[in-house]
């Protein structure tokens, strides 16, 4: 059986030591704060390396090689936002969540791993008044949900990132006609599931 940490580097495809130091850290933190605040309900440490940093990761297929704002919407425990703050400190992520437990993990969290790129908003996603280049967000509301209430967030040639793990297609139907989708499919190791990654955009008029 693989150490923790061997499989973290595998599934993660990291190589450099100090990266994969800091997905350590943030697992120990986790599984700590969640004794009390309920963050995660998975308590297998590779179900959580795979389900939750893994599935963040997966939105970098979408997000090119350079600088870029980016709004991670209700970020509970910080999914996608904080493991992708980690491998790309060119990414500026703005952490927007309601909740003042899960915004406390989340500024400990930031000054724990010294992500300078990360800033915590308590705040719902409709009270947030920047722009931004990319908005993302791990299957909180429908397509349709998520595309209304965060409309405002983007800049003209801004996209919604979002993960769906069933219900995509349904989903799609119910998006108004002016947004055009991508949809990336991905085979999570370990857990033997999928993820599907979809881009949101809205189509030139």
Known sequence: MKDLKTF???CLNLNDEATVDKFLIYLAELKKWSKVYNLT???DEKEIVVKHFL???LYLSFIPQKPLSIADIGSGAGFPGVPLAIVRND???ALVEPSWKKCAFLK???????LSNIKVYQSR?????EKFDIVVSRALWSLKEFVEKCEHLLKDSGYFLISKSF???????QLPQQYRTEI????LPYVNGKRYIVKIEKCES
């Open 184 to 187: 990336k499919e991905f085979n």
């Open 41 to 43: 309900s998975i308590e």
């Open 125 to 129: 996603a409709e009270e947030v008044e």
């Open 91 to 93: 990414l500026k992520i």
């Open 8 to 10: 973290l580097k595998e």
């Open 108 to 114: 400990n969290l930031k000054t724990k791993l010294n």
């Open 55 to 57: 599935d963040s990761l």
């Open 167 to 173: 219900k995509l297609h349904e989903e799609m139907k």
